[in-house]
Nanobody
Framework: QVQLVESGGGLVQAGGSLRLSCARS????????MAWFRQAPGKEREFVAA????????YYAVSVKGRFTISRENAKNMMYLQMNSLKPEDTAVYYC???????????????????WGQGTQVTVSS
């Protein structure tokens, strides 16, 4: 079993920055991809960014590309999301996810991930 715990959310003004962290514990396995998703009130959970096991491949939603950066430190069992130039529409609960079977074609699909954190709230004021 894998446990994921997000932290780093909060309230920030538009144009500001936040860094989210995802701490992983429990059973570890190599080859898994990890991702960030977000869910705003009344909306479906949406893909934000994903990263391969090695960190050599990263993928972003169009809405965040150029503003957000995903990274991971496997030795520390950590994943991060650096969020810059935040906008009010970035307001949501942000979740980290992990799975060893996602592929390039499936990594944006939330139902492909077996392990999820509890989420951290990000609120961007205008």
């Amino acid at each position: 079993q894998v446990q994921l715990v997000e932290s780093g959310g909060g309230l920030v003004q538009a144009g500001g920055s936040l860094r989210l962290s995802c701490a992983r514990s429990g059973r570890t396995f190599s080859g898994d991809s990890m991702a960030w998703f977000r869910q705003a009130p009344g909306k479906e959970r949406e893909f934000v960014a994903a990263i391969s096991w090695s960190g050599g491949s990263t993928y972003y939603a169009v809405s965040v590309k150029g503003r957000f950066t995903i990274s991971r430190e496997n030795a520390k069992n950590m994943m991060y999301l650096q969020m810059n130039s935040l906008k009010p529409e970035d307001t949501a609960v942000y979740y980290c996810a992990a799975d060893s079977h996602v592929t390039i074609t499936t990594m944006t699909h939330s139902n492909e991930y077996d392990y999820w954190g509890q989420g951290t709230q990000v609120t961007v004021s205008s």
